[in-house]
């Protein structure tokens, strides 16, 4: 299944996004966090978020899941550092993270394959509260 | 001449450190108010990791030595920019043991290339690009017309400190000064003042080794 990776400057915001989204998920389905700085503290480390991307995968791909901008800087350094058969199999989500999230766990769990999970995470970029 | 790189990277650090509260201002005024903090806070670990490289490392591992501890410590944007910026460097400064005025024009080249790449914006939109971008044509102008290292870091400076002054004119369209639009008119970009406290350090540091003051 595809992995899914939550990205966020705050550990608690990606644990607490990983929860909700964990209730949807089927069994085997992989969501790991990539929240906060080496000391806890609010921001973003390509580090955590490499080594999160590299545990997600088990063939299938990851799809990560980005909060704020800086996140994504973050996340295009982790890139950097992957291993090149890796590569090709992650994708950076265009999608809020909360909702993106949950879509993209919904479609994964489903057996969807990346471009899917990432199509369908980045609808939620549509959702309407309103 | 990687002792003196090291040392160059201390310099840095320091300056950082010692500007932290005014890196903090610039930012609590059009932003999340930690720029000073997150540098001060990633310098701090790029002097010790540094301080613990032999003098007979390259200068290319040096600097990545660099971009890999403010990647992984600084925490806010400035974290993967700069550390993209010193990566780019460190590739562009790859075996050298010395550098001359074309190897640092090459090197600043590269890491303003990086941040560019990375961060997805071009002169003129209230960022360190807007202190880098004149640094660099003025260092080049400089070095190629043979003037010696610390005039062309001295223009650099100028350049440099005259371009962070501008971003004062600019509405913010990048980074979290966004979100302030017009608000954030008439406060200086944060990463442009860092650019310059880095540059300065850098010229502080090479005019001392000189002896001339």
Redesign the interface.
Known sequence: MVGVVIVSHSAKAAEGIREIAAQMSQAGQKILVAGGTQDGGIGTDAMKIAEAIREADDGDGVAVMVDLGSAIFSTETALEFLEEALLPRVQIVDAPVLEGTVSAVVQASLGGKLDEVVASAEEARDLRKK | MSKQAIEAIVAMGEAVIQNKELLTDLDAAIGDA?HGI?MARGFAAVIDKVGGLSPETDIGTVLKTVA?TL???????S???Y??AF?RAATAGQGKQTIDGASAVAMLKAAIDGIQS??KAVQGEKTMLDALEPALAAFEKSVTAGKSLIESLDQACLAAKAGAESTKTIVAT???ARYLGERSLGHEDPGAVSSCILLQAVTDYCRKQQGTV
């Open positions: 930690d997150n890999m990647i992984s410590t600084v925490g806010g944007a974290g993967p920019l550390g993209t990566l990375r961060g990048k980074g979290r």
